[in-house]
T-cell receptor, first 114, second 115 residues
């Protein structure tokens, strides 16, 4: 069975702080894909990143960075120098190759205070 | 990435009525997905809709309650039938893209409130 766990329900930080959102996953597939999505208060889901299971390189995009560790089944997301506009719910998701279904974690609500 | 639009963006409906949500994509896609997001919750897949075949429903969702149409490769509808307040949710349409069809993009969602 596949599962995504985002243990942090809510995180509150002050602007300019760094924050890491945790994601732990379970799958029996040897090839799989991991995703992060952002859902701002307006409700739309914004695709942030996709990671293949065979590519463990960490990625940086501006203030965003992702740390993929296959050994611990984790795919954590760090926002550096957070801003108020980063306030949103962030979802980690997993898709195996055994089917078409993408499994979403429960989400982490991030509050960034000015 | 594909541009996905949904209509209506939001609606307030009375118990016992039905609402049809439309999803339009600006390119042809093989698979379309319908998700439900209840207030404060994560996304739950309702069904997968392929053109030319019946939708495949996930456990806990049935065709009588959530009939889906997929008349062509750019359009799909989801109907929420005989609504109750428990159906109040955001309903999201989604498509897959990318070389290996593993990048999943979402429409803006339809925010439904049932009184």
């Amino acid at each position: 069975a596949q599962k995504v766990t985002q243990a942090q329900t809510e995180i509150s930080v002050v602007e300019k702080e760094d924050v890491t959102l945790d994601c732990v996953y379970e799958t029996r597939d040897t090839t799989y894909y991991l995703f992060w999505y952002k859902q701002p208060p307006s409700g739309e889901l914004v695709f942030l990143i996709r990671r293949n299971s065979f590519d463990e390189q960490n990625e940086i995009s501006g203030r965003y960075s992702w740390n993929f560790q296959k050994s611990t089944s984790s795919f954590n997301f760090t926002i550096t120098a957070s801003q108020v506009v980063d306030s949103a719910v962030y979802f980690c998701a997993l898709k195996g190759t055994g089917g078409f279904k993408t499994i979403f974690g429960a989400g982490t609500r991030l509050f960034v205070k000015a | 990435s594909a541009v996905i639009s949904q209509k209506p963006s939001r609606d307030i409906c009375q118990r016992g009525t039905s609402l049809t949500i439309q999803c339009q994509v600006d390119s042809q896609v093989t698979m379309m997905f319908w998700y439900r997001q209840q207030p404060g919750q994560s996304l739950t897949l309702i069904a997968t809709a392929n053109q030319g075949s019946e939708a495949t429903y996930e456990s806990g969702f049935v065709i009588d309650k959530f009939p889906i149409s997929r008349p062509n490769l750019t359009f799909s509808t989801l109907t929420v039938s005989n609504m109750s307040p428990e159906d109040s949710s955001i309903y999201l349409c989604s498509v897959e893209e990318g070389q290996t069809y593993n990048e999943q993009f979402f429409g803006p969602g339809t925010r439904l409130t049932v009184l």
